[in-house]
C-alpha cells in the first residue's frame, strides 16, 4: 500500500499527457457514479505495419489524484499499442507500474479504463460515428456520450445562476 502511495505521488509529481489533444482522432470521457469524478481521454492514431496503432494519447482528468496518476501511465503504455490490444488492457494493466489499486481506488482505474474505451469505441451505439466528439466542452460532450457500459454523471458547474 505505502509503496503504491509513494509511486503515486512520483506520478503526480510530473503527470505525463495532459491536456487536450487538438489533432486526436477519438476522444472519450467516463464519468464516476461512485465519486462524482470524471475523465477524459485523447487519442492519436498512427499505422505500423499496417495496422492501426496508438501512436499517442492525453488525458484531462476532473477527478482525484489516483486517477490522474493512473491515467498519466495509462497514456504512457498506450503509446504503439494496437487498437484491439489497447481494448484488451483491465484497469490493472493500465496502472503500469503503480501496480494494483488499493480496494478503495479500484473505481479509480475503472474511470480512466472508461474514458480509454469510449475513445476506442467500445461502448456502443454512436460513438464511432462520432470519434472526434465535436463537443468544446466536457458537460456538451458528456451530454451526447453514448452511456454503454459506462455510467455517466453529469458535470455540477454553472449550477450557481
Ligand atoms: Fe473518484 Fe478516484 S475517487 S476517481
Redesign the pocket.
Known amino acids: 500500500m505505502d509503496e503504491f502511495e509513494d509511486k503515486a505521488r512520483e506520478a503526480l509529481a510530473n503527470p505525463q499527457n495532459v491536456g487536450e489533444m487538438e489533432d486526436a482522432d477519438a476522444v472519450g470521457t467516463a464519468g ?1 457514479a ?2 462524482g ?1 470524471m475523465l477524459r481521454m485523447w487519442l492519436k492514431f498512427t499505422e505500423k505495419d499496417g495496422t492501426k496503432v496508438i501512436d499517442r494519447a492525453s488525458f484531462q482528468s476532473f ?2 489524484q ?2 490522474i496518476a493512473v491515467a498519466s501511465m495509462a497514456t504512457e503504455l498506450l503509446k504503439g499499442k494496437s487498437v484491439a490490444e489497447a481494448r484488451e488492457l483491465s484497469p490493472d494493466e493500465l496502472t503500469g507500474e503503480l501496480g494494483p489499486l488499493p480496494p478503495m ?1 479500484i ?2 482505474g475503472q ?1 480512466v479504463e472508461g474514458a480509454l474505451q469510449n475513445a476506442l469505441g467500445g461502448a456502443p451505439a454512436e460513438s464511432s460515428s462520432n470519434p472526434g466528439g465535436n463537443a468544446s466542452t466536457l458537460a456538451g460532450s458528456l451530454a451526447k456520450q453514448p452511456t454503454g457500459g459506462i455510467r455517466i454523471v453529469p458535470l455540477e458547474e454553472d449550477e450557481d445562476h
Open positions: 464516476s461512485d465519486c469524478d477527478g482525484c489516483t486517477a481506488k473505481h479509480c474511470l
